[in-house]
């Protein structure tokens, strides 16, 4: 099993873990060494699992407006972390390939490796939901017929994803392409760079 399938069956095994309590605040089943990679990615996915509930909540009609904007604010902080494990991952990946020789003529990509292990990670929670719209039992016929052609699309996507993380650590180990990780800059999150959080110092 390459390295992106084996990633996906450790954020399929987050879904489902996930789904266990289904709460937004009940804790992590870690079956992972923590500092382990395959605890970072399982990690990396609970996040993603608690935030996509969040986005669900936050969408009620009837939220309470004060509860709104608490829920807000977790979501970014949520936002953040997941920045944050993304970078981690990237370090992991720049580590693992720190002594390969680049071939003069190789490229780059246009994300690094953990940014498209982000992608995998989400796509997983996609394929999750939409298998239970496909199965849910209170849908009309048409409701699942609809999901199941997405359901359809989300799984070939998965196939040519992992296909593709594969493909591009094989050619960075090759020296074929080069990781150049670009730091995110989120400006909204820096108190001397957002004007309303710095305006409001002054």
């Known amino acids: 099993m390459k390295f992106a399938e084996k990633s996906y069956s450790i954020f399929e095994q987050s879904v489902a873990d996930y789904h266990i309590d289904d709460d937004v605040d009940a804790p992590t089943r870690q079956p992972y060494a923590p500092d382990s990679i395959e ?33 807000k604010r977790r979501i970014d902080r949520s936002n953040q972390e997941r920045t944050d494990m993304v970078e981690e991952l990237d370090t992991y990946f720049r580590t693992l390939y720190a002594d390969v020789e680049v071939a003069p003529d190789a490229t780059i990509n246009t994300e690094s490796p953990a940014w498209a292990f982000d992608r995998l ?29 997405k359901l359809a699309v989300l799984t070939e996507q998965r196939a040519d994803l992992i296909s593709a993380i594969d493909a591009l650590l094989d050619d960075i180990a090759a020296g074929r392409k080069y990781m150049k990780v670009y730091r995110q800059m989120k400006m909204y999150n820096d108190a001397d760079t957002n004007p309303v959080l710095y305006g409001a110092k002054s």
């Open 121 to 149: 990670s989400i796509l997983a929670l996609k394929i999750y939901h939409m298998e239970a719209e496909v199965n849910r039992p209170d849908a009309t016929p048409e409701h699942r017929a609809r999901c199941a052609a």
């Open 39 to 71: 605890g970072v990615l399982y990690a990396k996915n609970r996040i993603d699992a608690v935030q996509w509930h969040l986005e669900d909540i936050i969408r009620d009609p009837e939220i309470d407006p004060v509860a709104a904007l608490a829920l």
